[in-house]
């Protein structure tokens, strides 16, 4: 079964501050997404990252693949109060399914 | 224009009664599906449809049961409700042929049985 391990699980800072969250795996998958969810909404795409040790940019948001696609990173840096979300990784899981992550719950004070 | 949408937003109700949640994609995608997020924001996949034929079903009490009228519609009804069913539930959208299953989310319903 694959499975997608996200860390931290919450994450409090203050605005500013730099931060990076972690999606791991055991299995390799051939693409990675990560999304933002609001509270109150639905998820929403930021990115997808297809290519061992590939590097996007989005704004203050980068994200990583790692060389043998089993695991990606998110850095944000100089965090800003709109940041706030629930950051989750997905994967295709063969077929039309995509898991997710459990989250990583980020809060910036003002 | 919204590009997926559920009605309704939230829903309350008392065990053992039924329920439906509506959803709609005006995208032109070509899948749908149902999530259920629970209270600790993990997100699972109940159901996918295809050119409205079911393509994914996971392990999902046999009271829920998802109808596809055609592709831009996917539809969830729940028999019976159980305190154990209160959730927010996300219906989403993809182009199977696009590369990467990118997936598009509607609001979510939260549903709350008493």
């Known amino acids: 079964t694959q499975l997608l391990e996200q860390s931290p699980q919450f994450l409090s800072i203050q605005e500013g501050e730099n931060l990076t969250v972690y999606c791991n795996s055991s299995s390799v998958f051939s693409s990675l997404q990560w999304y933002r969810q609001e509270p109150g909404e639905g998820p929403v795409l930021l990115v997808t990252?297809?290519?061992?040790?590939e590097v996007k940019k989005l704004k203050r948001l980068t994200f990583q693949f790692g060389d043998a696609r089993k695991d990606s990173s998110l850095h944000i840096t100089a965090a800003q109060p709109g940041d706030t979300g629930l950051y989750l990784c997905?994967?295709?899981?063969?077929?039309?399914?995509?898991?997710f992550g459990a989250g990583t719950r980020l809060f910036v004070k003002a | 224009d919204t590009a997926v949408s559920q009605t309704p937003k939230y829903l309350v109700t008392q065990m053992g009664n039924d329920k439906s949640i509506k959803c709609e994609q005006n995208l032109g995608h070509d899948t749908m599906y149902w999530y259920k997020q629970d209270s600790k924001k993990f997100l699972k996949i109940m159901f996918s449809?295809?050119?409205?034929?079911?393509?994914i079903n996971e392990t999902v009490p046999n009271r829920f049961s998802p109808k596809s009228p055609d592709k831009a519609h996917l539809n969830l009804h729940i028999n019976s409700l159980e305190l154990g069913d209160s959730a927010v539930y996300f219906c989403?959208?993809?182009?199977?042929?696009?590369?990467?299953?990118?997936?598009?989310f509607g609001p979510g319903t939260r549903l709350t049985v008493l």
């Open positions: 990252v297809v290519t061992g040790g």
């Open positions: 989403a959208s993809s182009q199977v042929g696009a590369q990467y299953n990118e997936q598009f």
């Open positions: 997905a994967g295709a899981a063969g077929g039309f399914k995509t898991i």
């Open positions: 449809y295809n050119n409205k034929e079911l393509i």
